[in-house]
């Protein structure tokens, strides 16, 4: 599922007219649904937060299945910042992440020294521990109250945040966007093909002189650093954190939506995440029992019949049609 | 010195049978594991079921409380067999995310399933009149449930070790576990071998799921509620080793309610602090490390 396969190479002009189009449907979200920006807030806080899991997921292949703890760390110092006077939204936002990256920091030693179902385990006991600590440590998060209130200082100090989420939308459509070409870049440069060729053959990798465990330290950092962000830019649009910005079901969630739209695909993330939230939104009226009927579904249809998600079926239908171009390999 | 007398038989008793449920609900995935190294994490669904169609036959039907729980477990065993015509086959030598997504699907098809056909709340066991009984243990009282399923634990672990220890069957089992590839090569049909190992290993799961009732209640997310657990043990016991099963089961089930026990407020932490040493110091001997980073 994770491995890029050979396909025709989409033109350039294919690639910027798919993501300008893509950028231009986000823009016009705004024009299009005035009633559901916050809906829309929460898909591009989302989109961040699974773009993230496919950094360390599809591109590196580390198997978190506990990535909601940066989410959460990030959503915590986000709201405890604002309510110890620091009350500034684009710093507070990376401060945060940085705490989430710092946390990665300091349990990747034990998350990449194993693979396979010890990893799943370890980042899953991780996020189960931090679940409990957040619930139990009410004092600092209140528990199962949540903190709410949490009122960020304007925009740039202009833009007010408003009651109908027009400025919430805008400064999460921004975030996703810096971070996606963050993002790009960095699996674009000489990091990200080495974190590929990790992914596929970390023995190989070594042959050839490559730190495995350094790259995938930065990925894993990096990856926690931008979960963080997400969860404060969580915090500061709903101005509320409660404790299922850490719950194993976000991550999970994460999950589904990465494979849904193709994981170690940079654009999996962008489509699996609306897609996905999208339709759990017309589902939200249902027992939420009956929606795992179409979680459950989904995974299994996924896994059998379309490896790659969405984009290896779209990557399947255009090596179809073979073209006279020589085919490479690409992930997008 | 009383109090320390009764604390210890509370946590031994209730630690042991919890354990033993443990070990009867996680040992088929731990065989499976070992056999055709599939993360299934779906295994939950099996136990679950187990309890809920052992419940229903008791409170529906009228059944004995044994009948019900004999045919609950011919059921679940019938069942697993299916599901691995349809889904497992197509997954041996997948990689292990793609293994754990499609568990987790079939896991979340369970659970609605359950959910749909026995309803949102927590269903509990009726027991029969000898076993909620209380005899005096140590200067305890205790349920002679408890007894029963530890009692029952013991004879499965033991019947088990003949299984495997003493039998044809068993010498192939072994076999497959070492080395599938040349098990297969000198004429042993691993595939019927996997398929029965792992009906057994429902049938077992639906065992604890039903005879665990009321130590684990049943509720539709039962499945996803103790899979950390059922990994735990699979994790720790390396591959196909059911004795090693055992023993880390009633390891952790005597680890946990010790934790639950002495710090009823905190004391849940104490078993994921267990396994998060058990990683950091074992990490990389672990199954399904071919590569160490």
């Not at chain 1, 760390?73 to 940085?98: D, F, H, K, Q, R």
């Not at chain 2, 530890?150 to 299984?163: C, N, R």
């Amino acid at each position: 599922m994770m491995h890029s396969t050979l396909v025709p190479a989409p033109r350039r002009w294919q690639t910027w007219l798919a993501a300008s189009a893509y950028w231009l449907v986000a823009v016009a979200v705004y024009f299009l649904f005035p009633r559901n920006l916050s809906l829309a807030s929460s898909i591009l806080v989302m989109s961040m937060f699974v773009l993230s899991l496919d950094l360390v997921l599809g591109f590196a292949g580390i198997v978190s299945f506990g990535h909601a703890v940066f989410f959460g760390i990030g959503a915590y110092a986000a709201a405890l910042l604002v309510l110890n006077g620091y009350a500034e939204p684009i710093t507070g936002a990376l401060i945060s992440g940085a705490f989430a990256g710092a946390f990665a920091l300091i349990i990747s030693p034990v998350v990449l020294r194993v693979s396979g179902l010890p990893q799943i385990m370890v980042t899953l006991s991780f996020a189960v521990i931090l679940f409990e600590v957040a619930n139990k440590a009410v004092w600092l998060t209140k528990g199962d109250d949540g903190i709410g209130g949490i009122e960020p200082l304007p925009l740039l100090g202009v833009f007010k945040w408003t009651a109908f989420g027009q400025t919430q939308f805008w400064y999460a459509l921004g975030w996703l966007f810096v971070i996606f070409v963050v993002v790009r870049q960095v699996l674009a440069s000489p990091l990200g093909l080495a974190l590929q060729g990790c992914r596929e053959n970390a023995q190989r990798m070594r042959f050839i002189g490559t730190s495995v465990v350094g790259k995938l330290t930065m990925a894993y950092v990096l990856s926690g650093f931008v979960a963080g962000i997400a969860g404060a830019v969580s915090t500061q649009t709903t101005k509320f954190v409660g404790l299922d910005a850490m719950s194993v079901d976000r991550s999970i969630d994460a999950l589904v939506m990465l494979v849904l739209g193709g994981a170690g695909r940079l654009w999996g993330a962008l489509l699996g995440t609306p897609i996905y939230m999208t339709v759990r939104q017309f589902a939200a009226q249902w027992n939420p029992f009956h929606w795992m009927f179409v979680v459950g579904g989904m995974l299994v249809v996924i896994v059998m019949l379309a490896r790659g998600g969405l984009l290896g079926l779209v990557e399947q239908l255009r090596s179809r049609k073979p073209r006279g171009s020589a085919g490479g390999v690409h992930h997008g | 010195m009383d109090a320390l007398v009764s604390g210890l038989t509370f946590v031994g008793i209730y630690g042991l049978s919890y354990g033993m449920i443990l070990f009867l609900i996680s040992v088929g995935l731990v065989m499976t594991m070992g056999l055709v190294r599939v993360v299934n994490m779906a295994h939950g669904v099996f136990a679950a079921f187990g309890g809920y169609i052992a419940v229903a036959l008791m409170n529906s039907a009228g059944l004995p409380y044994a009948l019900a729980i004999v045919l609950a477990c011919a059921v679940a065993g019938l069942g697993s067999l299916v599901v691995e015509r349809l889904f497992f086959r197509r997954l041996y030598g997948a990689s292990e995310l793609e293994q754990a997504l499609l568990t987790i699907g079939l896991a979340f098809i369970g659970i609605a399933s359950l959910n749909l056909l026995f309803g949102a709340n927590v269903v509990s066991a009726t027991l029969p009149a000898p076993l909620t009984a209380n005899i005096d243990l140590l200067g305890r009282s205790v349920q002679v449930y408890r007894v029963f399923v530890i009692v029952l634990g013991f004879a499965v672990v033991l019947s088990l070790w003949y299984a495997i220890d003493r039998t044809t069957f068993g010498a192939r089992l072994r076999a497959c576990v070492d080395n599938a590839g040349m098990a297969e090569a000198v004429g042993i049909n691993v595939r019927r071998l996997f398929a029965i190992s792992y009906a057994a290993g429902s049938c077992l799961a639906a065992l604890g799921g039903a005879v665990g009732a009321a130590i684990l209640p049943l509720e539709p997310i039962y499945p996803f509620k103790y899979l950390v657990l059922i990994l735990m043990v699979v994790v720790m016991s390396g591959k196909g080793q059911m004795m090693l099963a055992a023993a880390v089961s009633i390891f952790l089930g005597v680890v946990d309610t010790a934790g639950r026990f002495l710090y009823p407020e905190t004391g849940s932490f104490l078993i994921y602090m267990v396994l998060l040493v058990y990683l950091i110091v074992r990490g990389n001997t672990l199954i399904h490390s071919p590569v160490v980073r």
